[in-house]
């Protein structure tokens, strides 16, 4: 079984759409992450939630938002995609309250905006 | 901005250990040391943690100096599949607000 799994895994898209990608852990974790991953592979934190409450929320422009409709899921909306959106994000969910914060991530959707 | 610098590439023999290095100099009494790995196109996977003692489980040990300023994660017999990129990151205890600081890790290459 796939720990957390992301949909789609690819995705191509024209400047000016909407999208979202779609994260599941089936880990019992608490709390889920958001990053981003650009050309030069730095991967960068976007978001985090904690029984459904935002916890981090890094300077990412408005037209991302996170959507957690329970604690296994959480979507990232796009709107009005940007070239500069083109990037490989991973999402990722961690167990709150322990000593270490082991965190699991998906596979990767990579974005592309033409 | 990442707490660690790592060396950006390193090569080594299959079936030899491979040693990795992290400087994190400025590393706080409470901040423990993990190490994740990103093999390619795929998402980051853990690999170990420690705070003051070296470690070891299944896939790595990790090897702390005594003044925690650095650390080399040891895999011991390395494998074509263990090439990827190796994050050595810092980060405070029981606090899960705490985002993840990644740099731009060490691209190990396993060569047969």
């Known amino acids: 079984d796939t720990a957390v799994s992301q949909t789609p895994k690819y995705l191509v898209t024209q400047m000016g759409n909407d999208k979202s990608i779609k994260c599941e852990q089936n880990l019992g974790h608490d709390t889920m992450y958001w990053y981003k991953q650009d050309s030069k592979k730095f991967l960068k934190i976007m978001f985090s939630?904690?029984?459904?409450?935002?916890?981090i929320n890094e300077t990412v422009p408005n037209r991302f938002s996170p959507k957690s409709p329970d604690k296994a899921h959480l979507n990232l909306h796009i709107n009005s995609l940007e070239l500069g959106d083109s990037a490989v994000y991973f999402c990722a969910s961690s167990r709150r309250g322990r000593v270490y914060n082991e965190q699991f991530f998906g596979p990767g959707t990579r974005l592309t905006v033409l | 901005d990442a707490k660690t610098t790592q060396p950006p590439s390193m090569d080594c023999a299959e079936g030899r250990a491979a040693n990795l290095p992290c400087n994190h100099s400025t590393i706080s009494g409470n901040e423990y040391v993990y190490w994740y790995r990103q093999i390619h196109s795929q998402g980051p996977q853990y690999i170990i943690h420690g705070l003051k003692n070296n470690e070891t489980n299944e896939m790595a040990s990790l090897i702390i100096t005594e003044d925690r300023k650095s650390s080399t994660l040891i895999l011991p017999h390395a494998t074509l599949r263990d090439t990827a990129v190796y994050y050595c990151?810092?980060?405070?205890?029981?606090?899960?607000?705490?985002?993840?600081?990644w740099g731009a890790g060490t691209k190990l290459i396993i060569k047969p």
């Open positions: 939630y904690n029984n459904k409450e935002l916890i």
């Open positions: 990151i810092v980060r405070p205890p029981m606090d899960s607000n705490y985002q993840l600081i």
